[in-house]
């Protein structure tokens, strides 16, 4: 058979049939030397149909975009998508920038057989580590109503498009009634079951701490809601309030002292309840600009240490972008990334799975026999 490929359009995917960039003319009669000569007549014929309407599609894209920008959210195959990305001619200046920006922010979903692969080669790394980490980001805590910060619904990009302002996070999170997540659950059961040591978390909305992980195997490394601590003795506070309504934009407060780092406030106006000590109470956030602790909340050299040692270290939900947290991961001998967006490090992972955390960790509980 000769399989000549026609290019009839350049319409991008909707999800609807496998073949949309080129179709298929199958003929099947013998070879011989009248055959060549009819095929060569078909190919110069078919080339000279194929140009025009190549410049019939060229005319139209030149009005109409590839992808519907308008909406907000496009749903593509991963091999459409990769298709477009490579795509040159046809594409306006800008929908090169959109496709640029869309890149940044896309998240991707691997297939349910490859996800039921990968679910088994992360099942087998955990029966084979005897040290087990997590390092969890916001997507571990998305489904309790807590936005991500990059993917498609994220606090940065709906503040790019228009839809948000910079700090809906706060006012938007009702810290108190969140609920812990499958993936904050079912690190708890991998914790009871002798299957995961440390958890370490960029996360400040103490899901971990409602899930039930024990307090000296968790590392809150950028800071608790509801913790805070006392600057000279250092001794932790957990309160069943958010503490940082008490200090980051209490400007009019008479405690309020602007910390030169990230130009916001750290003090509660509390202070230590130790008689010998009644040092002055901050709250435990990290902000942009601000140094990682040391010792409060498990601190960053006790984090390292962890991972260090570690087999094997789960990251889940994390697009590994704020240093230096986002590079204690990769100092275990082996890592497991689960996250819908792309990061710098995967070629680094042994096992990358575009996937939901909760899903992910459900079946990886399914996989290990144990009940979450």
């Given at each position: 058979?000769?399989?000549i490929?026609i290019?009839?359009d350049n319409e991008h995917?909707?999800?609807q049939?496998?073949e949309?960039?080129?179709?298929?003319?199958?003929l099947?009669?013998?070879f011989?030397?009248?055959?060549?000569?009819f095929?060569?007549?078909?190919?110069?014929t078919?080339?000279?149909t194929n140009?025009?309407?190549?410049?019939k599609v060229?005319?139209a894209?030149?009005?109409?975009s590839?992808?519907?920008?308008e909406?907000?959210q496009?749903?593509?195959?991963?091999?459409?998508?990769d298709s477009f990305?490579?795509q040159?001619k046809?594409?306006s200046?800008?929908?090169?920038?959109m496709?640029?920006?869309?890149?940044?922010t896309?998240?991707f979903?691997?297939?349910?057989?490859?996800v039921l692969?990968?679910?088994?080669?992360?099942?087998?790394?955990?029966?084979?580590?005897?040290?087990?980490?997590s390092?969890?980001?916001a997507?571990a805590?998305?489904?309790s109503?807590?936005g991500?910060?990059?993917?498609?619904?994220g606090?940065d990009?709906?503040?790019?498009?228009g839809q948000?302002?910079s700090?809906?996070?706060?006012?938007?999170?009702d810290?108190?009634s969140?609920?812990?997540?499958?993936?904050?659950?079912?690190?708890v059961?991998l914790y009871?079951?002798d299957?995961m040591h440390a958890?370490?978390?960029?996360n400040?909305?103490n899901?971990?701490g409602k899930a039930?992980t024990?307090?000296e195997v968790?590392?809150?490394?950028?800071?608790?809601?509801f913790a805070e601590?006392?600057?000279?003795?250092e001794?932790?506070?957990?309160?069943?309030?958010?503490?940082?309504?008490?200090s980051?934009?209490c400007?009019?407060?008479?405690?309020?002292?602007?910390?030169?780092?990230c130009?916001?406030g750290h003090?509660?106006g509390?202070?230590?309840?130790?008689?010998?000590c009644?040092?002055?109470?901050?709250d435990t956030i990290?902000?942009?600009g601000d140094f990682l602790?040391?010792n409060?909340l498990?601190?960053?050299?006790?984090?390292?240490?962890?991972?260090?040692?570690?087999d094997?270290c789960?990251?889940?939900?994390s697009?590994?972008?704020?240093?230096?947290?986002s590079?204690?991961?990769?100092?275990?001998?082996?890592?497991v990334?689960?996250?819908?967006?792309?990061?710098?490090y995967d070629?680094?992972a042994?096992v990358?799975?575009f996937y939901p955390c909760?899903d992910?960790v459900t079946l990886?509980?399914?996989k290990l026999g144990?009940?979450n």
């Amino acid at each position: 058979f000769f399989c000549i490929p026609i290019t009839l359009d350049n319409e991008h995917c909707t999800l609807q049939s496998e073949e949309r960039f080129c179709h298929l003319i199958k003929l099947g009669f013998p070879f011989s030397f009248f055959s060549f000569l009819f095929l060569l007549f078909l190919l110069l014929t078919l080339q000279a149909t194929n140009m025009k309407v190549w410049k019939k599609v060229t005319k139209a894209q030149q009005q109409k975009s590839l992808v519907n920008w308008e909406t907000s959210q496009v749903v593509l195959h991963a091999h459409c998508w990769d298709s477009f990305c490579s795509q040159e001619k046809g594409v306006s200046r800008k929908e090169g920038v959109m496709r640029e920006s869309a890149e940044e922010t896309a998240e991707f979903y691997d297939n349910q057989q490859d996800v039921l692969k990968k679910v088994e080669e992360a099942t087998d790394l955990v029966l084979r580590s005897k040290y087990i980490t997590s390092f969890t980001g916001a997507g571990a805590s998305v489904t309790s109503g807590i936005g991500t910060y990059r993917g498609t619904e994220g606090i940065d990009t709906k503040e790019a498009l228009g839809q948000g302002e910079s700090d809906s996070e706060e006012s938007d999170v009702d810290y108190e009634s969140l609920v812990p997540t499958p993936t904050h659950k079912g690190l708890v059961t991998l914790y009871n079951n002798d299957k995961m040591h440390a958890v370490i978390t960029q996360n400040c909305d103490n899901l971990h701490g409602k899930a039930g992980t024990p307090r000296e195997v968790l590392y809150e490394l950028h800071g608790n809601v509801f913790a805070e601590y006392c600057e000279d003795c250092e001794k932790e506070y957990f309160r069943d309030y958010c503490t940082d309504l008490y200090s980051t934009n209490c400007y009019a407060e008479k405690w309020f002292k602007k910390c030169p780092k990230c130009g916001l406030g750290h003090y509660t106006g509390r202070l230590c309840e130790d008689k010998k000590c009644k040092g002055k109470l901050r709250d435990t956030i990290i902000n942009f600009g601000d140094f990682l602790n040391d010792n409060v909340l498990g601190g960053l050299p006790r984090a390292t240490k962890e991972c260090k040692k570690a087999d094997l270290c789960f990251v889940l939900g994390s697009s590994l972008t704020v240093p230096p947290a986002s590079l204690l991961p990769f100092k275990a001998k082996k890592v497991v990334i689960c996250n819908l967006q792309k990061t710098d490090y995967d070629e680094k992972a042994t096992v990358r799975i575009f996937y939901p955390c909760d899903d992910f960790v459900t079946l990886l509980l399914e996989k290990l026999g144990f009940v979450n």
